[in-house]
């Protein structure tokens, strides 16, 4: 392995921060997409379609690791989502995902925050894995996708690769917040009604 080649490095940490993310969320794995991407637009010393790859890749294996582990014990991960919760809510919920479910896989990996929450959900109510697999690569492509568009956007600003990653990486965690924002506004208009 070249260690001076940034694609030996780049694409490896790609990969495998967007995976740690999507299992542990500790690593702003918006961030990892949207730097890469400015990497690749700016530098050329990576390639976007790869990096978008080695993103959906890391994404979509950690999604199903998030999934499956509560879903291979999923009585007792029901039991702990349902501790608190009335049962027509989870009722409720129960009948979402039959109705809909591979529309909340994907909302909930757009979503900033939004995706453990669902696939936590989906996994205690026993949601099936043949539905879930295919929803969740859809959900991985298209947020790799997003957030890589906003790594070009930087890239294609800034010709240096470090302001580029940096705007990148502002860029995203600009609009995580801001999609919290609008998310915790809209609870609360819902709860005033």
Do not use: H
């Not at 700016?42 to 999934?67: C, E, K, M, N, R």
Request: aromatic residues 8%.
């Amino acid at each position: 392995m070249n260690w001076t080649d940034p694609a030996a490095l780049g694409y490896p940490a790609v990969f495998g921060g967007v995976l740690l993310g999507s299992i542990i969320p500790i690593v702003p794995t918006g961030a990892v997409v949207g730097a890469a991407a400015a990497v690749a637009t700016s530098s050329g010393q990576l390639s976007l379609p790869l990096v978008i790859v080695f993103s959906v890749l890391g994404a979509y294996l950690g999604d199903v690791v998030t999934f499956g582990i509560p879903r291979l014990g999923s009585e007792a991960a029901f039991r702990w989502i349902s501790r608190r919760q009335p049962a027509e809510r989870l009722e409720k919920a129960r009948e979402q995902f039959a109705r809909r479910g591979w529309q909340l896989v994907v909302v909930g990996r757009l979503v900033p925050a939004g995706r453990i929450p669902v696939l936590l959900a989906a996994a205690a109510l026993s949601y099936p894995w043949r539905r879930l697999l295919p929803a969740a690569f859809v959900a991985c492509v298209l947020w790799a996708t997003a957030y890589s568009l906003l790594g070009i956007v930087s890239g294609g600003v800034f010709d240096s690769p470090l302001i580029a990653t940096l705007l990148a990486t502002v860029l995203v965690l600009l609009v995580t917040v801001l999609t919290n924002l609008i998310a915790r506004w809209r609870r609360k208009t819902k709860e005033r009604v």
